[in-house]
């Protein structure tokens, strides 16, 4: 990695992208042969590169000390008892690595006191690097470039590109698109939809299930906020990371920020007209 950085970064922050780095060159090398996948007791599926990728990065970030909590490694519950905790997902979008869609990610971030301020997303197949530090701004290094990353200005819901799953896209998530009378939607993996409204190129991701767990969304808050986004759940809570239920319950809301009280206000519309019919 280049050694002139568009901030002055943490040395946690170095330390994360050497670990997504490692990780997605190994990951690469899986996914240009043959590979196998297993089903996990939660129905999600697991790979190699999930696993490879998953000690790769433990292993560059354990110097910190820090307690870690990765979708691959069993939680131990001593890191509630710490003020800083690494978060990992070392494979975000298994199932489009499997699919070979090449639209999947390495996701690594720092949380401190509940709050992610660092966050670090790479996208192997494109080698394209997203990092964010509170307070330093979000950014984009591809071709040997550093740019830095800003939402649009969209004002209206019904302006909006909105992004959704390719593959856990819900029929009541239809409902509610075609309630907003949005006309651009785009089906895109990962967190690469989160990235895509943080460099101003969409405005709108939702999804109302309580199966997203903070591994799949701490990089991303940091680099939406950063990005002069926002996260939250589908209520316009804030959301916390760090606690004893890796589960975001409520749902997870993105935005370029300026449509994001518009569209709490619309979904909560939509619940109580659902719940009276």
Request: with cysteine.
């Amino acid at each position: 990695m280049p050694l002139n950085f568009p901030f002055q970064v943490l040395p946690e922050t170095k330390l994360a992208i050497n670990a997504v780095k490692e990780a997605g060159n190994v990951v690469m090398e899986i996914y240009k042969h043959n590979f196998t996948s297993i089903t996990k007791k939660d129905n999600s599926p697991l790979t190699e590169a999930d696993l490879k990728s998953n000690d790769i990065i433990q292993k560059i970030i354990a110097s910190t000390g820090y307690p870690v909590l990765s979708e691959e490694s069993l939680d131990d519950k001593k890191r509630l008892e710490y003020e800083k905790i690494w978060i990992i997902d070392p494979l975000d979008g298994t199932s489009e690595f499997i699919d070979k869609t090449g639209e999947f990610t390495i996701m690594l971030s720092l949380v401190k006191n509940h709050i992610p301020i660092i966050g670090v997303i790479y996208w192997p197949v494109e080698d394209i690097l997203f990092i964010s530090q509170l307070g330093n701004g979000a950014y984009q290094f591809s071709a040997k470039h550093w740019d830095r990353l800003s939402v649009n200005k969209t004002l209206e819901l019904e302006n909006c590109s909105a992004l959704g799953s390719r593959v856990h896209l819900s029929n009541n998530e239809k409902n509610i698109l075609d309630s907003l009378k949005i006309k651009k939607f785009t089906s895109k993996g990962s967190s690469l939809k989160v990235a895509e409204i943080s460099r101003g190129k969409a405005e709108l991701y939702f999804t109302t299930t309580n199966k997203i767990k903070q591994w799949d969304t701490s990089a991303s808050y940091c680099l939406i906020n950063e990005a002069g986004g926002k996260m939250t759940d589908m209520y316009g809570n804030d959301l916390v990371y760090n606690t004893d239920d890796v589960y975001h319950q409520k749902g997870i809301l993105v935005t370029n920020g300026l449509i994001h009280d518009q569209f709490v206000k619309v979904y909560d519309n939509f619940i109580k007209m659902n719940k009276n019919c």
